[in-house]
């Protein structure tokens, strides 16, 4: 599967349990209906918010009945087609508070939609799909920017910088190191994050890693020492150490307790 968009469903596999997609998902509910889950963190379903959820995210839907939603799911392969570094990082983990289409956007923003509907129905032209997919997240892009700080801009560096920490934080945690590869100092480095998203270097590898640790532990086929060593841990005590500090819980009480309540 490529591309898939409808204006019908929710679904894109199983939405309860919770579970990991190997795909990237649009996600725009058109009703107010309770909560879903991405990454083990409770989000509001508010009729015209979207969501962007990554590759490899965990998401759920706690509910017998589906909420009413427009949908697109498409490959790694088409990810990566699209042009605009800024509009890929809508994606990232590390921010999933949703996007909400102001009320005077909503008919336009319908309508592109229909198009990139019709377009898969029919002749499923990939490159136009593609353009169509990318103005939509232009779009999205524009309302994110009024409505939070979070996204990378178009800052080359920082893009750059959340690609190299997506590729090296379980074996890099030093500032340092991620301001070399960009040019930048890290006193710099953390100034211009710290405007965009409230963080610091080492307070995103923190995410990352506990985002990570959460969706290992929750689907139980690591024991908690390899899961510690794949994460870039040097024993399995320093890890559950971290881990606590992080949650307030045990990686094995996580396991145990919290994840249960996604299994319903």
């Known amino acids: 599967m490529q591309f898939l968009a409808s204006d019908q469903s929710t679904a894109f596999g199983e ?11 649009i996600v725009w509910f058109t009703e107010d209906s309770g909560v879903h889950f991405i990454d083990f963190e409770s989000y509001p379903i508010r009729e015209n918010m979207v969501y962007l959820i990554g590759r490899n995210q965990v998401h759920s839907i706690p509910s017998e009945v589906l909420p009413k ?20 990082q809508l994606f990232l983990p590390f921010a999933n508070d949703g996007i909400l289409i102001p009320g005077q956007m909503k008919e336009a923003l319908t309508n ?6 019709l377009e898969n129905k029919g002749q499923n032209d990939h490159t136009l799909l593609l353009k169509y997919t ?19 801009g178009e800052d080359s560096r920082i893009i750059k910088l959340f690609q190299l920490l997506e590729k090296h934080y379980t074996e890099e945690r030093s500032a340092g190191f991620y301001a070399q590869q960009i040019g930048l100092t890290p006193k710099r480095i ?12 080492s307070q995103l590898l923190y995410q990352l890693l506990l985002i990570e640790a959460k969706r290992e532990l929750f689907h139980g086929r ?17 890890f559950a150490r971290f881990f606590k500090k992080q ?10 307790k919290e994840s249960l309540s996604f299994r319903v």
């Open 15 to 25: 939405h309860w349990p919770s579970h990991r997609i190997d795909f990237y998902a």
């Open 69 to 88: 939603a427009k949908t697109i799911v498409f490959s790694t392969s088409f990810f990566h087609r699209i042009e605009e570094p800024f509009l890929r």
């Open 112 to 117: 592109l939609f229909s198009l990139i509907v």
């Open 134 to 152: 990318s103005a939509f997240l232009w779009q999205l892009y524009r309302f994110a920017n009024h409505q939070r700080s979070i996204t990378a």
């Open 190 to 201: 953390n100034e211009i994050l710290r405007e965009r998203t409230g963080m610091t270097i």
């Open 222 to 238: 690591l024991p908690i020492k390899e899961i510690a060593y794949q994460l870039g841990f040097g024993d399995q005590s320093y």
């Open 247 to 256: 949650t307030g819980i045990t990686p094995e009480e996580f396991r145990e």
